[in-house]
C-alpha cells in the first residue's frame, strides 16, 4: 500500500500502482470523468500513470490552468497527428501549449498551406479526435529515438534528441502517431469535443532568423462546442478593440519603417494622454514621498557590466557604441536601475535620511527580434514608470506594503478591479540563472510573501518567474474580455546595493547595505496604453481621454457662437475642440461617435439664439439643452465622483 496526501492534507491508502484516475474514482465518479491530468510529488503525470511511491497528488480539470495545458499540449499531439495523414512528407519540429490554445512549427517544403487547407486539417483533426485514442507515454533510448527519426529524416526531431541526455527521452503514442514528448496529456483525444484553427504565420526554427523559416498552425480546442462559439465570439470582439487598430482611428500613435521597427511615435492626441497618466502617477507619488530624477538614454558600457545587466541582457541590448575615445564604449540604456544606484551614490547616507524614493520616467532599450513586435505592447523603445526605493531593513516592510498600495490606487482610478498578485520566486534547480547571496534570496523572498499575505492579496507563488536579482510582486489583471496581462511589478533587492557598494552609517556608526526596492506600477507607459485601450474599447475615463468635448456647429452662420462656448469650455479647463468644418451635422456627429468623444455640442440657430447648448453623450444619445455651465458642472461632478471613489 502507498499513502496519497490531499491539497487539503488529509491522507488516503492506496494499493501500489493505482493511477491518478483511479484516486479520482475513489472521491467521485465525476471528478473521475473530468480529471486531464494530475501532478505528483510536484511531477506533472498521465491519468494513468501508475503510483509507485507515497506522496502527494493535485488532480487538475478543465477549471485549472494545468488542466487546459495538459488538454491543449494533448491537442498539438492531434493537429500533427492530423498533418501527417494529409501531408506525409511534412517534417515535425514543435508544438507546444500556450496561454491560449497550441500551435504546432512545421516544414512544408515549399508549400504554403490555404485557408482552405486550414479547414481540410481541422475535419481530419477531428475526426482523429472522435476515435478517443490514448495517449501512452514510453521510455526510448536516445539511440532508439534517432533511429526512428533518421528514418524519416526529420532533421528538426534529431537536433533535439542530440541536445537531450541518454536515459530522459520519451515519447508518446497515440493510434498509429508518434511524437518526441516529456509529457502531461489527457486521458484520451475523445475529451477534444470542438477545435478551430485560427490562423497561419511564419515562425524561424528555434527562433533564429538565420534558420529556415516554419509554417506554424495556431489553434485552440475546447471540451464543449459551446466554449468554442463563446471564446470565438470573445475574439470578434477583441478584434474590434486591438489597440493597433483604436489607436489609428483615435490618432494616438503611429509607426514609420524610417524611423525604425518597434519605435512608437505618440502623435498630439497620444502624447496628451501619456502626459495625464504621468501626471496623475506624479501626483501620487509627490504625496508619498518620491522624488523626480533624470538620467540619459545612454551609459557607459561598464555601468551595465556592474549592475549584471550586460551579462543577462547584453544579448537583447542594442549595437555598443564606440566612441572616439580608445576603449570607449556606450549603450543604449536597457534599466534605470544601474543610473539610479549611481544617484544614490553620489553622497553618503545617515539611517535617519532614508528611505530615499528617486522616480523617473526612463525611456528603455531592447532589441526585440522583429518577429516579436507588436504594436504597443512589444516595442523597441519604451517609457517605464520607475522608481527606486533605498530603505534600512528595518523600513523593508512597510515600504514594500506602500508600494502596494500605490499599485492598487492606479487600478482602482482606471477600472482593473479584476487581478491575482503573483510571487515570482527563483528556481532552486537553475541557480546559474541568477546572482546574489542566497540568504539575501530567502530573505527578499520572504519579505514579499509576507507583506501580500498581511495586505490580504489574493496570490500564488511562481518558482521561476524572478529576475535576476531579486523576487518580485507581479500583478496578473483581467481586462473586460476575461484576458490575463501582467501589469504593476514591485521587486526587492539586496544585489544591485552590493555590487555598486551602496552604503549608509546605521546608528551604530558603521556603515551598513541599504534594500532596494524597484517599481512600477503601469510597467511601460506603451504596454499600459495598449492594455488600457483594448479594455475601455476606446473610452477612457472623463478625466483621462484626450479630448473631453467635440463642439460641432451647424453651419458657417454659428462660427462665431461656437467659438464662444469653445473659449468659455476652455477657459474652465474642459478639453474641447471644434468641428467647424463644411460637412452636414450628421456626418460630424458619427465622425464624432467613432473617435469616442464623451460630449458633444451641437450648435445651430436655436443655440445661437437662446445662447444654450445642444448636448450628446457618447454611447448614451440625446441629453437635451442646457447652459455651457451646466455642462461644465456635470462634467467637473462626473470626474469629481469617479476621483473620490478611487481615493477612497
Same mark, same amino acid.
Given at each position: 500500500?502507498?499513502?496519497?496526501?490531499?491539497? !487539503?492534507?488529509?491522507?488516503?491508502?492506496?494499493?501500489?500502482?493505482?493511477?491518478?484516475?483511479?484516486?479520482?474514482?475513489?472521491?467521485?465518479?465525476?471528478?473521475?470523468?473530468?480529471?486531464?491530468?494530475?501532478?505528483?510529488?510536484?511531477?506533472?503525470?498521465?491519468?494513468?500513470?501508475?503510483?509507485?511511491?507515497?506522496?502527494?497528488?493535485?488532480?487538475?480539470?478543465?477549471?485549472? !490552468?494545468?488542466?487546459?495545458?495538459?488538454?491543449?499540449?494533448?491537442?498539438?499531439?492531434?493537429?500533427?497527428?492530423?498533418?501527417?495523414?494529409?501531408?506525409?512528407?511534412?517534417?515535425?519540429?514543435?508544438?507546444?501549449?500556450?496561454?491560449?490554445?497550441?500551435?504546432?512549427?512545421?516544414?512544408?517544403? !515549399?508549400?504554403?498551406?490555404?485557408?482552405?487547407?486550414?479547414?481540410?486539417?481541422?475535419?481530419?483533426?477531428?475526426?482523429?479526435?472522435?476515435?478517443?485514442?490514448?495517449?501512452?507515454?514510453?521510455?526510448?533510448?536516445? &539511440?532508439?529515438?534517432?533511429?526512428?527519426? &533518421?528514418?524519416?529524416?526529420?532533421?528538426?526531431?534529431?537536433?533535439?534528441?542530440?541536445?537531450?541526455?541518454? $536515459?530522459?527521452?520519451?515519447?508518446?503514442?497515440?493510434?498509429?502517431?508518434?511524437?518526441?514528448?516529456?509529457?502531461?496529456?489527457?486521458?484520451?483525444?475523445?475529451?477534444?469535443?470542438?477545435?478551430?484553427?485560427?490562423?497561419?504565420?511564419?515562425?524561424?526554427?528555434?527562433?533564429?532568423?538565420?534558420?529556415? &523559416?516554419?509554417?506554424?498552425?495556431?489553434?485552440?480546442?475546447?471540451?464543449?462546442?459551446?466554449?468554442?462559439?463563446?471564446?470565438?465570439?470573445?475574439?470578434?470582439?477583441?478584434?474590434?478593440?486591438?489597440?493597433?487598430?483604436?489607436?489609428?482611428?483615435?490618432?494616438?500613435?503611429?509607426?514609420?519603417?524610417?524611423?525604425?521597427?518597434?519605435?512608437?511615435?505618440?502623435?498630439?492626441?497620444?502624447?496628451?494622454?501619456? *502626459?495625464?497618466?504621468?501626471?496623475?502617477?506624479?501626483?501620487?507619488?509627490?504625496?508619498?514621498?518620491?522624488?523626480?530624477?533624470?538620467?540619459?538614454?545612454?551609459?557607459?558600457?561598464?555601468?551595465?557590466?556592474?549592475?549584471?545587466?550586460?551579462?543577462?541582457?547584453?544579448?537583447?541590448?542594442?549595437?555598443?557604441?564606440?566612441?572616439?575615445?580608445?576603449?570607449?564604449?556606450?549603450?543604449?540604456?536597457?534599466?534605470?536601475?544601474?543610473?539610479?544606484?549611481?544617484?544614490?551614490?553620489?553622497?553618503?547616507?545617515?539611517?535617519?535620511?532614508?528611505?530615499?524614493?528617486?522616480?523617473?520616467?526612463?525611456?528603455?532599450?531592447?532589441?526585440?527580434?522583429? $518577429?516579436?513586435?507588436?504594436?504597443?505592447?512589444?516595442?523597441?523603445?519604451?517609457?517605464?514608470?520607475?522608481?527606486?526605493?533605498?530603505?534600512?531593513?528595518?523600513?523593508?516592510?512597510?515600504?514594500?506594503?506602500?508600494?502596494?498600495?500605490?499599485?492598487?490606487?492606479?487600478?482602482?482610478?482606471?477600472?482593473? !478591479?479584476?487581478? &491575482?498578485?503573483?510571487?515570482?520566486?527563483?528556481?532552486?534547480?537553475?541557480?546559474?540563472?541568477?546572482?546574489?547571496?542566497?540568504?539575501?534570496?530567502?530573505?527578499?523572498?520572504?519579505?514579499?510573501?509576507?507583506?501580500?499575505?498581511?495586505?490580504?492579496?489574493?496570490?500564488?507563488?511562481?518558482?521561476?518567474?524572478?529576475?535576476?536579482?531579486?523576487?518580485?510582486?507581479?500583478?496578473?489583471?483581467?481586462?473586460?474580455?476575461?484576458?490575463?496581462?501582467?501589469?504593476?511589478?514591485?521587486?526587492?533587492?539586496?544585489?544591485?546595493?552590493?555590487?555598486?557598494?551602496?552604503?549608509?552609517?546605521?546608528?551604530?556608526?558603521?556603515?551598513?547595505?541599504?534594500?532596494?526596492?524597484?517599481?512600477?506600477?503601469?510597467?511601460?507607459?506603451?504596454?499600459?496604453?495598449?492594455?488600457?485601450?483594448?479594455?475601455?474599447?476606446?473610452?477612457?475615463?472623463?478625466?483621462?481621454?484626450?479630448?473631453?468635448?467635440?463642439?460641432?456647429?451647424?453651419?458657417?452662420?454659428? *462660427?462665431?457662437?461656437?467659438?464662444?462656448?469653445?473659449?468659455?469650455?476652455?477657459?474652465?479647463?474642459?478639453?474641447?475642440?471644434?468641428?467647424?468644418?463644411?460637412?452636414?451635422?450628421?456626418?460630424?456627429?458619427?465622425?464624432?461617435?467613432?473617435?469616442?468623444?464623451?460630449?458633444?455640442?451641437?450648435?445651430?440657430?436655436?443655440?445661437?439664439?437662446?445662447?444654450?447648448?445642444?448636448?450628446?453623450?457618447?454611447?448614451?444619445?440625446?441629453?437635451?439643452?442646457?447652459?455651457? *455651465?451646466?455642462?461644465?458642472?456635470?462634467?467637473?461632478?462626473?470626474?469629481?465622483?469617479?476621483?473620490?471613489?478611487? *481615493?477612497?
Amino acid at each position: 500500500m502507498i499513502e496519497i496526501r490531499f491539497p !487539503d492534507q488529509s491522507v488516503r491508502s492506496y494499493p501500489k500502482g493505482t493511477t491518478p484516475v483511479e484516486v479520482a474514482q475513489g472521491i467521485s465518479e465525476g471528478l473521475a470523468r473530468n480529471v486531464l491530468s494530475a501532478k505528483f510529488n510536484d511531477k506533472i503525470v498521465e491519468g494513468a500513470t501508475p503510483l509507485t511511491e507515497d506522496g502527494t497528488i493535485q488532480l487538475f480539470t478543465w477549471n485549472d !490552468d494545468q488542466g487546459k495545458t495538459a488538454f491543449w499540449h494533448s491537442s498539438a499531439h492531434v493537429l500533427a497527428q492530423a498533418i501527417l495523414t494529409l501531408y506525409p512528407q511534412a517534417k515535425l519540429t514543435i508544438g507546444p501549449a500556450i496561454e491560449n490554445g497550441f500551435y504546432y512549427d512545421v516544414d512544408f517544403g !515549399d508549400h504554403s498551406i490555404t485557408e482552405k487547407e486550414l479547414r481540410d486539417i481541422e475535419k481530419k483533426f477531428l475526426e482523429c479526435a472522435r476515435q478517443k485514442f490514448e495517449f501512452k507515454m514510453r521510455d526510448a533510448s536516445k &539511440q532508439e529515438a534517432l533511429d526512428f527519426y &533518421q528514418k524519416d529524416q526529420n532533421p528538426y526531431k534529431i537536433e533535439l534528441i542530440e541536445n537531450l541526455e541518454d $536515459g530522459t527521452i520519451t515519447f508518446c503514442d497515440h493510434a498509429d502517431f508518434t511524437d518526441l514528448c516529456r509529457g502531461g496529456h489527457i486521458p484520451h483525444t475523445g475529451f477534444i469535443k470542438a477545435v478551430k484553427l485560427l490562423n497561419v504565420a511564419g515562425a524561424y526554427w528555434r527562433g533564429d532568423e538565420k534558420n529556415k &523559416q516554419l509554417t506554424r498552425i495556431y489553434g485552440i480546442s475546447f471540451p464543449k462546442q459551446k466554449e468554442l462559439t463563446e471564446y470565438l465570439e470573445l475574439l470578434e470582439e477583441a478584434k474590434k478593440r486591438d489597440h493597433r487598430k483604436l489607436g489609428k482611428e483615435l490618432e494616438l500613435f503611429t509607426f514609420s519603417q524610417k524611423v525604425g521597427q518597434g519605435l512608437p511615435l505618440w502623435l498630439p492626441k497620444g502624447a496628451a494622454l501619456r *502626459e495625464r497618466l504621468e501626471d496623475f502617477l506624479k501626483a501620487a507619488q509627490k504625496k508619498a514621498g518620491y522624488e523626480q530624477v533624470i538620467t540619459p538614454h545612454i551609459g557607459n558600457k561598464e555601468l551595465y557590466m556592474t549592475s549584471g545587466h550586460y551579462e543577462k541582457y547584453g544579448e537583447d541590448s542594442f549595437q555598443p557604441i564606440e566612441t572616439p575615445a580608445e576603449g570607449e564604449t556606450f549603450l543604449l540604456k536597457p534599466m534605470n536601475c544601474p543610473h539610479h544606484c549611481e544617484i544614490y551614490n553620489t553622497r553618503p547616507w545617515s539611517y535617519k535620511e532614508l528611505p530615499k524614493r528617486y522616480a523617473e520616467f526612463g525611456t528603455v532599450y531592447r532589441y526585440e527580434q522583429s $518577429g516579436e513586435l507588436h504594436g504597443l505592447t512589444r516595442v523597441r523603445g519604451f517609457t517605464q514608470d520607475d522608481a527606486h526605493i533605498f530603505c534600512t531593513p528595518n523600513q523593508l516592510d512597510e515600504e514594500f506594503k506602500n508600494v502596494i498600495d500605490l499599485v492598487l490606487y492606479v487600478f482602482g482610478s482606471l477600472g482593473f !478591479d479584476n487581478f &491575482q498578485a503573483q510571487v515570482s520566486i527563483r528556481d532552486l534547480k537553475k541557480p546559474e540563472k541568477y546572482i546574489g547571496d542566497p540568504k539575501n534570496w530567502e530573505k527578499a523572498e520572504q519579505a514579499i510573501i509576507d507583506a501580500a499575505q498581511e495586505k490580504k492579496l489574493n496570490f500564488v507563488i511562481e518558482e521561476g518567474e524572478a529576475a535576476f536579482y531579486g523576487p518580485k510582486l507581479d500583478f496578473m489583471v483581467k481586462d473586460a474580455l476575461g484576458r490575463k496581462w501582467q501589469l504593476g511589478t514591485i521587486q526587492v533587492d539586496y544585489n544591485l546595493p552590493e555590487r555598486f557598494d551602496l552604503t549608509y552609517k546605521g546608528s551604530d556608526n558603521e556603515l551598513h547595505r541599504p534594500v532596494m526596492i524597484h517599481r512600477a506600477p503601469f510597467g511601460s507607459l506603451e504596454r499600459f496604453v495598449a492594455i488600457l485601450l483594448e479594455h475601455t474599447g476606446g473610452n477612457f475615463p472623463l478625466w483621462l481621454t484626450p479630448t473631453q468635448v467635440n463642439v460641432l456647429s451647424v453651419s458657417e452662420k454659428h *462660427e462665431k457662437y461656437a467659438q464662444k462656448v469653445l473659449n468659455f469650455l476652455e477657459n474652465n479647463e474642459i478639453r474641447a475642440s471644434l468641428d467647424n468644418r463644411n460637412e452636414t451635422i450628421g456626418k460630424k456627429i458619427r465622425e464624432s461617435e467613432l473617435s469616442k468623444v464623451p460630449f458633444m455640442l451641437i450648435l445651430g440657430e436655436k443655440e445661437a439664439e437662446l445662447e444654450n447648448i445642444s448636448v450628446r453623450k457618447h454611447r448614451f444619445g440625446d441629453m437635451g439643452s442646457m447652459s455651457a *455651465e451646466n455642462l461644465v458642472e456635470l462634467i467637473s461632478k462626473e470626474i469629481s465622483e469617479s476621483i473620490s471613489k478611487f *481615493e477612497s
